[in-house]
């Protein structure tokens, strides 16, 4: 599974700070890691409802038109981690996109937070679902994927990282 849509209540948006995002963390590509009481206490109810724990919060910042290298978080290809992503940016037209692997790469490499991934070619990959969405949603960060920002606008995605993995299947059931 690569997306599970939350339907609960968690407020209209996940940071304590309501400060518009642009202002908070620019426009440029960027990723930055936050402290989790950064996050807003309906969300942190909300994870704590459904058995989850926060490990970390990280912010994705995508600018106009970006494309993003397709990769997997982690250090292994489907390691069962999950994200919970939401969309705080007033870009209203990107797309998530999610892949199986062809071909097998074994290229471990570290951005700039010092967090593991592995990226992959256009070439060892094969689309398998896509999605947009609004609010929050679990999605799956263990297989390929990758986010395109077609929009004029600058996209601002707080990701909410789990203690928790390969919980996912038990719970959508």
Known sequence: MYFYKILQ???????????DPEI???TKRDIINLPVNVLSVPVVNGINALGLTVKE???????????????????????????????IGK?????????SLINKTD???????????????EDECKLEYSKYWNGPAI??????????NVSAQ????????????NFLPKFAQ
């Open 57 to 87: 919060v990280q912010i994705f910042v995508s600018p106009p038109g970006l494309k993003m290298a397709l990769h997997t978080d982690g250090d292994s290809i489907d390691n069962g981690l999950y994200a919970i992503n939401w969309i």
């Open 154 to 165: 600058c996209r601002i995605c707080v990701s909410i990282r789990l203690n928790e993995a």
């Open 24 to 26: 908070l963390f620019g």
């Open 139 to 148: 999605v799956n960060i263990s297989a390929p994927h990758r986010i395109i």
């Open 91 to 99: 870009s209203k037209t990107w797309v998530m996109e999610w892949f």
């Open 9 to 19: 209540d968690w407020g209209n948006y996940p940071l304590i700070d309501t400060t």
């Open 107 to 121: 290229t471990l490499s570290y951005n700039k937070i010092d967090r593991k991934f592995i990226e992959y070619t």
